[in-house]
């Protein structure tokens, strides 16, 4: 905590006798003053005056180099240590400035709390300590934004933990604005390992720890570009695919992939999902023998690596909209399965479907989907049944959304539907070739 005081001219200032910086000063001062004094009067009491400032000064020059050369490896790099003194500087202002706006009563001091920037994993945090009255977060959250400038200007908080005693929070920060957009250049960019996707350059998902994605946006969104970069990124590594195709887009893959792994109509999609549920079952009693062979509990189809089975869905909405009642009983019983039992038997979903309202699809389904992704704009409502809470309230800029991963994320981050079309990969001879190069 800092308590700064009421300076003549009504402005609240931070001692200048706190830093090292000044005593330096006040010692080198004395020093020449004294050695000035002795060449003029001669008198040799001021040697010892002398000794000791000159001494003191060194002694607080020395702890200032070792802060200097100590915090930056603590912070990785030299600028890195400039950055979060001078934002330390820049938040305390922020916040000084706000709560002198607050105080309607002239106080001779405020504090002002403690305040800690350092930088991991291109993720940079702020530790603030709490202070008594401290309870506007967002306020708070807005001051740490305004205060990021210069090369960390796109870094805003993403995340806000606060430690249990109550008299701490850390803000995460992360970049926010730089287009994170997935472009693969060449096939090879499209080859990834068995169970891993990337959706986006900071977001690569283990589907065995973060199984079963869902894509939400209205038409033209992007959603099928998602799944079409999932589907490579699958033929790349021999993941066994079902195609769930309410669109017929998908019955292309049937030139090189096997037909019956395709379903495009209503009874097809039924009878697929259910192959996949027995699928389920047949996994889960080789799983009960592995957990006894090894004896080890939560054992997942992962660790004993099983070789991933990730099932394509795209437009959901409207096969449920085509399907009579008791179709759609069963679509959704076999989705069920498929979320709730999927994960340790290594079955994914990866869905796509215009509106998450339940109308399409039950909440008991939506809420399993450990990757909600919201493309385009949309409105409160569609943001709190994806997400549980709003993401924005402006506009989204075409193929572009946000999403949240259960475990990952707290609030709703930034996400840039892949171009595959830059460097033409989206088509079906590229497909193909994944498909017959896969390891
Ligand atoms: N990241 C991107 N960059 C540039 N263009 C893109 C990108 N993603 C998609 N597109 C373009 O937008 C078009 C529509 O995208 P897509 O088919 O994925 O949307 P959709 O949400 O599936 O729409 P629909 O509801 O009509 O099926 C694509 O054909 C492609 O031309
Ligand atoms: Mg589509």
Known sequence: MRVYRKNQRGYYSYGIYHYLAFWIVIFLGIFLLSTYVRDILKLDVVKDVEAVSLMS?????????????????????????????????????????????????????????????TFNDEKIYVFVQRLAGMNDLEKIQANINSAVVGKYRNFAVVELIQADDGTSFSFILEDLGTDKTFIPHT???????????????????????YPHVAIWGQTGSGKTTVLMSVIAQCL???????????????SSFSVFYPKEKIATDN????????????????????????VQKRKELGLTGFDIKLKPIVVVADEVGSIVASMSSKEKKELVNNLLQIVQKGRSVSV???????????????????????????????????????????????????????YMTSGLTVQPQKFFVPNLYEHDLASMQI???LYNEKE
């Open 57 to 117: 000064a060194l002694f607080l020059g020395i702890i200032e180099i070792i802060k200097i050369l100590v915090y930056p490896i603590k912070n990785k790099g030299l600028f890195k240590y400039f950055y979060s003194l001078s934002l330390e500087r820049r938040i305390r202002k922020a916040f000084l400035n706000t709560m002198t706006l607050n105080i309607v009563k002239d106080l001779p001091r405020i504090e002002v709390p403690k305040i800690k920037v």
């Open 187 to 209: 096939v090879d960019d499209l080859k990834q390992d068995p169970y891993f996707i990337e959706l986006q350059e900071n977001l690569t998902l283990n589907l065995s720890k």
């Open 236 to 250: 790349s590594n021999n993941t066994e695919l079902y195609f769930v195709d309410g669109k017929t887009e998908f």
């Open 267 to 290: 009874i097809e999609v039924v009878s697929l999902l259910k192959h996949i549920s027995e699928i389920i079952m047949k996994r889960q009693k080789q799983m009960a023998s592995a």
């Open 348 to 402: 994914f979903l990866v869905m796509a479907s215009q509106s998450p309202a339940t109308t399409v699809l039950p909440s008991d389904i939506r809420s399993q989907f450990s990757t909600r992704i919201l493309l385009g704009s949309a409105t409160g409502d569609t943001q709190r049944m994806a997400f549980d809470q709003v993401a924005t309230t402006g506009g989204v800029a075409k193929f572009q959304g946000y």
């Open 431 to 433: 497909f193909e070739r």
